[in-house]
């Protein structure tokens, strides 16, 4: 249910509602993890298999294997790898969806475990042999481009979408969400996602800290797994000196309480030094709210000018426009006014079929 998870899901809705005729789909089912949404995809045949319960370690290492062995029963004329997990020997052409290139932007944290630096580089090394890649954003392109060295011909950028399903609720029934579940009823301005290293917690919880000088009844909501990850967040809590009542750790939530937490908050304040497509930043737009970001990666595709963006060389210039923005309030109302609209830009339907296309030109 993470970014991968959810492209998906996505990608295979819009195809059952495209329905090619020229297409056969067999899908990889793991057996030994629970159960997809039966509706979420074309109709199709599996080919059933297991892994290990530890999906990275699985795709690293079991992968390039186990696919050699599992794709000639399904004798596929194109295999879509949806994350980094190629077969070592193959005789159909590949497609490999590459969303980002963070190990090797960071490699002091997503490579420091032996199997991780093997499996990464035998994966990129695989990547480097695929018929063609599809990129989220030209920030992904160039960094496929420049960092594996894979021709700029190979790489076709297919944009990604909001959820089919996703649906926030009017701003004042979204306040009032909020404030029934986490007792909130000040303005807040809201952090999703994970707590890597590339999301940048000490620069966003400076950029709260110098807003909150001037504005005393700001509050701050994290959405987002606080799991193993989660220590990122703490330690640029402690390092900021914000009192911890001001900041409201939402954890996990469903998605229907995560709409209403975009559509209630001030802005979604981003302070990603890296994002392979953006696709909190477009929640966001979706549900009516713009984007204080860093203008990094994806987000400046994504988010255009329905948001507040600068420079991340720039320490403070983060929380300069998180101050600018919450000062100005015919800043906000504009940006506010552009939210809904740029999002509609995004389409999975179109993604679906452009990946379609890419499907048709490697066969």
């Known amino acids: 249910m993470r970014g991968i998870g959810r492209y998906t899901r996505n990608l295979l809705g819009a195809f059952a509602r495209s329905a090619p005729a020229d297409v056969e789909w067999t899908l990889l089912r793991l057996r030994n993890f629970p159960a997809a949404d039966p509706g979420a995809a074309p109709p199709h045949r599996d080919l059933a298999t297991l892994r290990l319960r530890r999906p990275e370690l699985s795709m690293l290492a079991l992968d ?7 794709l000639p029963f399904a004798r596929p004329d194109v295999y879509h790898a949806v994350q980094l997990s190629l077969p070592a020997v193959r005789a159909c052409r590949a497609v490999i969806t590459i969303h980002d290139l963070a190990p090797l932007r960071w490699p002091e944290h997503y490579l420091r475990l032996p199997y991780a630096r093997a499996g990464h580089a035998w994966a990129y090394r695989l990547a480097r042999d695929a018929d063609a890649v599809i990129a989220p954003s030209l920030a992904t392109k160039r960094d496929v481009v420049d960092l594996l060295r894979i021709p700029a011909s190979r790489v076709v950028v297919i944009p990604e979408a909001v959820d089919s399903g996703f649906a926030p609720p009017p701003r004042e029934d979204a306040r009032a969400t909020v404030a029934s579940r986490f007792g909130l ?3 807040y301005v809201l952090y999703v996602g994970q707590f890597d290293p590339r999301k940048n917690m000490g620069g966003l919880l400076a950029a709260f800290a110098r807003a909150s000088a001037t504005h005393p009844d700001l509050r701050l909501v994290v959405a987002g797994d606080l799991g193993k990850l989660a220590s990122h967040l703490y330690r640029a809590i402690d390092e900021s000196g914000m009192p911890r009542e001001r900041i409201t750790l ?14 209630g908050a001030e802005c979604l304040l981003h302070a990603a030094l890296l994002e392979g497509f953006g696709l909190t930043p ?3 737009l979706a549900a009516g709210t713009p984007v204080v970001g860093y203008r990094a990666g994806a987000v400046e595709e994504v988010v255009g000018d329905a948001g507040l963006l600068v420079d991340a060389a720039e320490p403070d210039a983060l ?29 999975w339907d179109r993604a679906a079929e452009d990946t379609l296309a ?6």
């Open 64 to 70: 390039p294997v186990l696919l050699s062995l599992e």
């Open 185 to 187: 009823a000040a303005p």
């Open 250 to 263: 939402a954890g996990r939530v469903d998605d229907p309480t995560l709409a209403a937490l975009y559509a």
């Open 282 to 284: 477009l929640e966001s």
């Open 319 to 347: 929380g300069e426009a998180l101050v600018r923005f919450l000062d100005d309030t015919a800043l906000r109302e504009t940006l506010r006014g552009r939210a809904a609209a740029r999002a509609a830009a995004f389409s």
């Open 358 to 363: 890419v499907y048709r030109q490697v066969f």
